[in-house]
């Protein structure tokens, strides 16, 4: 009885892990992204862009899923937008070029 009440737990810690890891760097991006608008301060807005621009370089290197890689940098270089303006306080502008980004994030992903 201990062995299978063991062997189920084991089962059930090895099933949790799995879906811990199933998200992909693409959806932790736009997971990012998607926090970066609901921030209020530019500097926010630029921190959280930094964070999804991190993984959104890391899903060029994702081979679970198709992504295309055109829209994938696309949305690169409008976090680094983001960061900029966020930096510089302009919220605003940081938050335009966020939901560009996720645009295109969207767009990698179809």
Known sequence: MKFLSLFASV?????MSFSAQAS????????????????????SVAEHAAEAKKYAHAAKNDKDRVIEGKHLDEGIKCLSDAMKEGEKGNTDE?????????????QAAK
């Open 94 to 106: 940081a938050k335009k070029a966020v939901n560009d980004a996720l645009d295109h994030f969207k």
């Open 11 to 15: 089962l059930l810690i090895s099933f």
């Open 24 to 43: 992909s760097n693409l959806d932790q991006a736009i997971k990012h992204s998607e926090a970066a608008l609901k921030s209020d301060k530019g500097t």
